[in-house]
């Protein structure tokens, strides 16, 4: 079966892995700033909407992480 990524040039899939992994940095700078936010908000305030907050963003940097590991392995493939 051919990956999602077979019907790109080695340019695109350049760009694309470098715009990814600053996607992906960006997003868990994001994470560990809300991670930070909501144990203090817990501390301060208790439990609330804050402190679940970083929980609905970790599956996108995870997605985003195996997107940049599949862009890895079709380079690999075209070497």
């Not at 208790?46 to 599949?70: C, E, Q, R």
């Amino acid at each position: 079966m051919p990956s999602e990524f077979s019907t790109y040039t080695k340019t695109e899939l350049l760009t694309k892995l470098k715009k990814q992994k600053m996607f992906l940095l960006i997003k868990i700078i994001l994470i560990v700033l809300m991670i930070v936010f909501a144990i203090f908000s817990t501390i301060e305030n208790g439990t609330s909407f804050h402190t679940f907050l970083p929980l609905f963003f970790i599956p996108m940097a995870i997605f985003i992480y195996f997107d940049v590991k599949n862009i890895k392995k079709e380079l690999a493939l075209r070497k």
